[in-house]
T-cell receptor, first 110, second 111 residues
């Protein structure tokens, strides 16, 4: 059983639109959640982290966490072609073990 | 500030051989984690080290092992290589377990 689930996509949105990426997790013991962006052929880079229920905003990015529903999401406002990448959701367990989802591929069309 | 450095970047090995991959974390980072990334399985956690101690291990066979040195540098070893071990191996380091920074990875091809 996968601990973190993501829709593999691809998710296609027009430039300037809001892209909504979703993630669910199975273990209620997870403490923290992270979104990473991975461009093709590159290593993942951290975009956002969220630890508490609610929303967390950073520039064009908003992470949302609902622990009761075991649901994490990432909203990208004013999507740009440069946002086209695979977005990985990760959950932290036991304070030192990360589980990653399989990633959602986002295509932003000019 | 130097990032996470992984060597070598590319490696080709034959089935049955063993391989050692190296990771130098960001200066001051004591937590180092290793991941295997394949198209079919995504990113899978191998193990995590902190101050030379393995604190957690993923669901990989005993052929996969690692260690961390006193300077926080880490090595990962895979013995008796199988074709299915072909993957991108990523190392990530963290100061406080939040915001892991990944290295560029070592792409291992087993033939």
């Amino acid at each position: 059983q996968k601990e973190v689930e993501q829709n593999s996509g691809p998710l296609s949105v027009p430039e300037g639109a809001i892209a909504s990426l979703n993630c669910t997790y199975s273990d209620r013991g997870s403490q923290s959640f992270f979104w990473y962006r991975q461009y093709s052929g590159k290593s993942p880079e951290l975009i956002m982290s969220i630890y508490s229920n609610g929303d967390k905003e950073d520039g064009r990015f908003t992470a949302q966490l609902n622990k009761a529903s075991q649901y994490v999401s990432l909203l990208i406002r004013d999507s740009q072609p440069s946002d086209s990448a695979t977005y990985l959701c990760a959950a932290l367990y036991n304070f030192n073990k990360f589980y990653f989802g399989s990633g959602t591929k986002l295509n932003v069309k000019p | 500030k130097a990032g996470v450095t992984q060597t070598p970047r590319y490696l080709i090995k034959t089935r049955g051989q063993q391989v050692t991959l190296s990771c130098s974390p960001i200066s001051g980072h004591r937590s180092v984690s290793w991941y295997q990334q394949t198209p079919g399985q995504g990113l899978q956690f191998l193990f995590e080290y902190f101050s030379e101690t393995q604190r957690n291990k993923g669901n990989f066979p005993g052929r996969f092992s690692g260690r961390q040195f006193s300077n926080s540098r880490s090595e990962m070893n895979v013995s008796t290589l199988e074709l299915g071990d072909s993957a991108l191996y990523l190392c990530a380091s963290s100061f406080d377990l939040y915001g892991y920074t990944f290295g560029s990875g070592t792409r291992l091809t087993v033939v």
